[in-house]
């Protein structure tokens, strides 16, 4: 997908981070927006920002955890803009501490934003895209964590390493309707996402039911902190040239150079 004019991008998470400045992105290349976030507030600021600087936009409430809600989202998709050409599926939470520790709670929520959000987006949306037969484009925000896993990051690590399966199996069953798939793999970008407990339902313990990291701690992570428009802008890249994997970090390589490294010598004790 070379060209984004009146093309319609459907994003989750699209009221603030990395989905946002994806959107804001693919609206100075042309095309249409469909945003959805679980923040009334901040999705209707965007929506308004959007349509007054003329670009077609409308915004949906949707908790992606619910398949119901994402259903509705797609609906409104295609009976406003009668098509949908791209669908970013970006939502995400995280909760932090030991594995161990980690509740019932803490699983069930992550799990069904995480993942089940996306493959909200793929029951959804795809079956859509194929019976439009125009092509388009299906991302999944994972994150590095999928590639190699993080301490105290255990619910986050699986669910990521989940996405970041389910694009590649995607991409290899949706190839021959010319439909491409990519998995944002990024280290540390300037999003919410380490105070996205301010989210979390109440049935699931709240937003005081979960820590988020410290200023120390998180000023003792690994990697840069990248903002989110360079991020967006190589989405957009990866799109034009259905790249899969997206990665955002060049000092990540060695840590998934060190994990091939340990997976490879580890067949040398195989049958």
């Known amino acids: 997908m070379q060209d984004f004019t009146d093309k319609v991008a459907v994003i989750t998470g699209g009221a ?36 007054a600087r003329g670009t077609p936009c409308v915004g949906r409430i949707t908790d992606v955890a619910d398949r119901a809600q994402v259903q509705a989202l797609a609906d409104h998709a295609w ?10 599926n970006n939502a995400g939470v995280a909760v932090f501490g030991p594995t161990q520790e980690m509740t019932h709670d803490d699983w069930k929520w992550t799990v069904d934003v995480n993942l089940w ?9 795809v079956p859509r895209m194929i019976e439009q037969g125009a092509g388009g484009h299906v991302l999944f925000t994972a994150s590095f964590a999928g590639l190699v896993a993080n301490r105290e990051l255990g619910p986050y690590n699986v669910t990521k390493a989940a ?14 309707h010319g439909i491409g798939v990519s998995v944002l793999c990024p280290m540390r970008v300037s999003s919410n996402i380490d105070f996205s ?7 699931l313990g ?13 000023a003792a992570l690994d990697g840069r902190l990248l903002d989110v ?14 790249q899969l994997y997206i990665h955002t970090h ?3 390589r060695a840590y998934f150079d060190k994990r091939a490294e340990r997976i490879s010598a580890a067949f040398e004790r195989a049958l």
């Open 163 to 176: 996405v970041v399966a389910l694009a590649e199996s995607l991409r290899k069953d949706v190839r021959e």
């Open 79 to 88: 009976d406003h803009f009668g098509q949908v050409d791209v669908v970013m």
């Open 197 to 203: 407990a301010r989210n979390r339902p109440d049935a």
């Open 229 to 242: 428009a360079p991020v967006a802008g190589l989405v957009l890249d990866a799109i034009r040239d259905n």
């Open 16 to 51: 603030s981070g990395i989905g946002l400045a994806v959107a804001e992105q693919l609206a100075a290349a042309g095309a249409r927006l469909v945003l959805a976030d679980i923040e009334r507030g901040a999705l209707d600021a965007r929506v308004a920002e959007f349509v």
């Open 117 to 125: 959000g996306c493959i909200h987006g793929v029951e959804c949306f």
């Open 206 to 218: 709240g937003p005081t039911a979960n820590r988020t990291y410290t200023d120390e701690e998180r």
């Open 250 to 252: 060049r000092e990540a």
